[in-house]
């Protein structure tokens, strides 16, 4: 096998979900397709890290200082959803069931891989609940070990604010990752969310 071929088939495996055989097939395939198509992509590819922004107000992805959604005066800056990820943004944006805002907490806490309540995204998070006068928090993390230990870390920062804690529904899998988990069991689980 061509260097070339291999060195891309190593590089593609890296990425999430992308084993060796999806790495070889996504590699043929690019060698198959037209080259103005794969300079598109490449170009997209570069230019990725240098269009994109972190919201300097919530942590979503942007091509401006501040997203579209905090931006959006019509949307309830009262009511933050606390999502563990960025991405997980754009799944809740899909439901359209939380007419509120997002918080991106970048991580959650995890002890064995060294990330501790220093490496989340809390400190901006109390002065927005100070700032906009909050009155609900939804907390919408993955239902494992780690999401569980900082949905109590989160909890016991919080409970000193006149607001509300919410949490999801239970109906998602204890241990299972919120972009895996059906869109209905999803939207339900976001309407009928419960005190914590």
């Known amino acids: 096998?061509?260097?070339a071929i291999e060195t891309l088939i190593h590089e593609l495996s890296k990425l999430p979900g992308i084993g060796r055989k999806s790495a070889e097939r996504i590699t043929y395939f690019i060698l198959k397709r037209e080259q103005a198509d794969n300079i598109v992509l490449g170009e997209q590819i570069l230019e990725l890290k240098n269009k994109i922004l972190t919201c300097k107000i919530c942590g979503n992805f942007s091509e401006t200082e501040i997203c579209p959604i905090c931006a959006d005066e019509t949307r309830n800056h009262k009511l933050i959803c606390i999502v563990e990820e960025?991405?997980?943004i754009a799944l809740f944006e899909r439901l359209h069931v939380h007419k509120g805002v997002y918080h991106v907490l970048s991580g959650l806490l995890s002890p064995l891989t060294g990330v501790g309540p220093k490496e989340l995204n809390?400190?901006?998070l109390v002065e927005r609940i100070k700032k906009d006068k909050v009155t609900e928090i939804i907390l919408a993390i993955n239902e494992t070990t780690e999401g569980e230990m900082t949905?109590?870390?989160?909890?016991?920062i919080l409970e000193k604010f006149d607001l509300k804690i919410t949490k999801l529904l239970a109906g998602i899998p204890v241990g299972s990752d919120l972009e895996y988990?059906?869109?209905?069991?999803?939207?339900k689980s976001f309407e009928g969310r419960r005190p914590f």
């Open 1 to 3: 096998m061509s260097l």
């Open 86 to 88: 960025a991405k997980d």
């Open 122 to 124: 809390v400190d901006s």
């Open 151 to 156: 949905a109590l870390y989160l909890k016991k």
């Open 181 to 187: 988990i059906d869109l209905m069991t999803l939207t």
